[in-house]
Each structure stands twice: as C-alpha cells, then as structure tokens.
C-alpha cells in the first residue's frame, strides 16, 4: 500500500492543491461514520471549496478506497459557535479551566409537563467544590451543594473573556455511585436549547469486549475526534483535581490506536461511542474524565443515565430560518 501511495503522491499533489497529506488508516470515516476498512487518507484543507480548474479528488487508487479528511486548521476552540454541539468548550464562569460537552439529554422526570434538557459533561470542569460533591458521596440534588448556583459558560472562560451562561448543573455526581462502586465524573447541565433529535439506545454491556478489537470515538474540545480502542471493562485510578488526589472504580479504560493522543486536558466530559462493525453507527459507552497510565478513563454511560434518570439524545442541526 506505501508502493500504491508512493506511485501517486507527486501527482495528487500537483493536481489537488487542497490535499496536504497523504496517509494509511485502517478505518474509513466517511460523513462522520466510521468503519474497520484498510483505506488512503487524503487530507485536505477544506474539501467542500473546489479550486477552480482541478478535478475532483480520487475515489480509489489501484483498488484502496480513499478517505478524504478536513484537516481543520485550528485558530481557537468554538470561535464563532452560534450553538452548542458535541465536543464544544464549557466551563465554570471566571475559571480558566476547560471541558468538552459530551452527550445530549433529557430527563425522565417532568416538573408540570417539562422535561428539562441540556447536556452532560465532567462533574470536575463544571463544579467548583468538587471536593465536597466527593465528601458527601450522594447527588448534587440530595447534598447541600444544590443550594448553590453552578452556572456555565460556553466557550469556557480558557477559551473566550466573554464568560457566556448558557446554563447551569442540575445533577451530578463526582465518586463511586452505588453498591458497585462505579466510578462516576459527570454533570448535567440544563440549557435553553431544544434541539434534540432521536432518543439513542445504549449498547448492551454484555455484548461489548474488552481485548482491543472495538472502537470508540470521542469528539472533544482540545484533541477533535479521535479514535481508540476498548481495553478495560473495571480500571481502578487515582486522579489528582486541584492538588488533591480523587479515587474511581470501575470505569472503561480506552487506549490510543495511533500516535495522536485519545485524550488531553479540556477533552474532560467529552462523548466516548462504541463504532458499530457492521454499519458505523455510533453507540455511547460513556464519558471521558482522566488520564491514567496510558490509559483514558471513561466512566460508564449505562450507570450515569440510571443515577440521572435522564435519556441520551441526537443532536440535531437547527433549522435554518434566515
Ligand atoms: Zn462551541
């Protein structure tokens, strides 16, 4: 395959004045879907614009289906963001300390008819005393902390001086949740956005392996999307926030798949999705929070909808009414 990509390298560039790297990958991410697939990536500037009087890029090169990936060229995080979508930068308001958005919810529970919806992330990027939310080892709703506002800013204040509110924390929980002991780092936050699309399932925990052979994909607020393997179904960790040292059980442990990093700071809250085989639909296994001998620690989605009691949803583009 090298041979194939040597053969054409000369001539894809001298042709496409858009592609800036020519790679192997053995997964095909095509319109955000991914498949196990051996393929070329082609990357590109931006692939939507067609330099005048150059030919579209190929589809295949003897026989290799290529893969044409935007190469986003990076001038910040969330500049311009009209509206929240996965991997967006959060965080406290006047806290130079960043996270990801994750998943899209909504809770099971109506107060008069509304259920209210918002999104999930870290509970370590979006609460300040998490220290407390540890000691007391229950809810933020069921502990004295829920007397307090925990507003948040979009993009974080890491990010953007213009400390936005777009929301605030309604639930969370930050330690090991139940008679299993299931380690959990996660908020909700509730905003005014409504566009939420279809309810997504989550994948049965039976069914999910742990010996490398699944994928997961995250998108996050400082290394994009990224893509890494399933290696551990109960990884115990120690995670140090704000100098002090925090215990978790029981969590997926997700190791990198290539040289680019899973996960890095600000990618705390980001979405981890299983990669379906078969048609590379994407299933949420849980949120990404730490670091941990090379592994990233993700705690499990199942257990943290159940101590919420809220749904995972699609993010839908809003309507364009311009
Ligand atoms: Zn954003």
Do not use: W
Request: include cysteine; charge should be negative; aromatic fraction near 8%.
């Amino acid at each position: 395959m090298k041979e194939v990509i040597k053969r054409h390298a000369e001539q894809i560039f001298a042709n496409h004045s858009s592609v800036i790297g020519i790679e192997i990958s053995n997964v095909m991410s095509h319109h955000d879907r991914m498949r196990n697939e051996l393929c070329i990536v082609l990357l590109c500037l931006d692939e939507s614009k067609l330099p005048y009087g150059e030919s579209p890029l190929p589809e295949n090169l003897d026989g290799y289906p290529c893969d044409i990936r935007k190469e986003f060229v990076k001038f910040g995080h969330c500049v311009g963001c009209q509206t929240l979508n996965i991997g967006c930068s959060i965080g406290i308001p006047l806290v130079k300390l960043a996270g990801s958005v994750g998943f899209f919810v909504k809770s099971n529970d109506s107060t008069q008819g509304n259920f209210k919806s918002g999104f999930l992330t870290a509970a370590h990027v979006a609460i300040g005393p998490c220290d407390e939310l540890y000691e007391h080892k229950s809810l933020l709703s069921k502990n004295p902390l829920a007397h307090k506002s925990h507003e948040i800013v979009h993009p974080s204040y890491a990010d953007n001086a213009a400390n936005a509110v777009i929301g605030k924390v309604i639930e969370s929980f930050f330690g090991n949740y139940g008679i299993n002991e299931t380690g959990i780092d996660a908020a909700f936050i509730q905003t005014n956005q409504r566009n939420l699309g279809e309810e997504i399932h989550l994948p049965d925990e039976k069914n999910l392996l742990f010996n490398g052979s699944m994928l997961v994909k995250k998108r996050g607020r400082t290394t994009g999307d990224t893509i890494g393997k399933l290696v551990n179904k109960d990884m115990p960790l120690c995670v140090r926030v704000h100098g002090r040292i925090y215990e978790f059980k029981n969590c997926f442990g997700v190791k990198q798949i290539n040289k680019e990093p899973f996960f890095e700071k600000g990618d705390s809250g980001s979405g981890v999705y299983l990669i379906d085989e078969k048609d590379g639909s994407l299933k949420p296994v849980g949120i990404a929070f730490a670091f941990f001998c090379s592994e990233t620690a993700v705690c499990k989605i199942r257990e943290i909808v159940e101590a919420f009691n809220v749904s995972v949803y699609e993010y839908e583009e809003p309507m364009d009414t311009s």
